[in-house]
Nanobody, 115 residues
Framework: QVQLVESGGGLVQRGGSLRLSCVAS????????MGWYRQAPGKERELVAN???????TYADSVKGRSTISRDNSKNTVYLQMNSLKPEDTAVYYC?????????WGQGTQVTVSS
């Protein structure tokens, strides 16, 4: 089992920044990638960014250039730094761990960007 605990969400004005954190615990060795997804009201959950074991990263086009995913293996933590936030970034952000034999999800953290 893997447990994921997110933090760092909140209310921010357009153009502002937030850093989300996700701490993993439990069967850490089963994890081969971690990432962030988001789900806005009435929309499907979508990938924001992920980072794999070799350090390779993937970003959604909507956040590319404005967001950076990183990890601190010593703290079992993955971060998502989001800059130049827009109202359309408003969503619940979920941490995801790609693991064997299945993925795990955090409880979500709300990000609200006011205009």
């Amino acid at each position: 089992q893997v447990q994921l605990v997110e933090s760092g969400g909140g209310l921010v004005q357009r153009g502002g920044s937030l850093r989300l954190s996700c701490v993993a615990s439990g069967s850490i060795s089963s994890i081969y990638g971690m990432g962030w997804y988001r789900q806005a009201p009435g929309k499907e959950r979508e990938l924001v960014a992920n980072i794999r074991g070799g350090g390779s990263t993937t970003y959604a086009d909507s956040v590319k250039g404005r967001s950076t995913i990183s990890r601190d293996n010593s703290k079992n933590t993955v971060y998502l730094q989001m800059n130049s936030l827009k109202p359309e970034d408003t969503a619940v952000y979920y941490c995801n761990a790609e693991a064997v034999p299945w993925d795990y999800w955090g409880q979500g953290t709300q990000v609200t960007v006011s205009s």
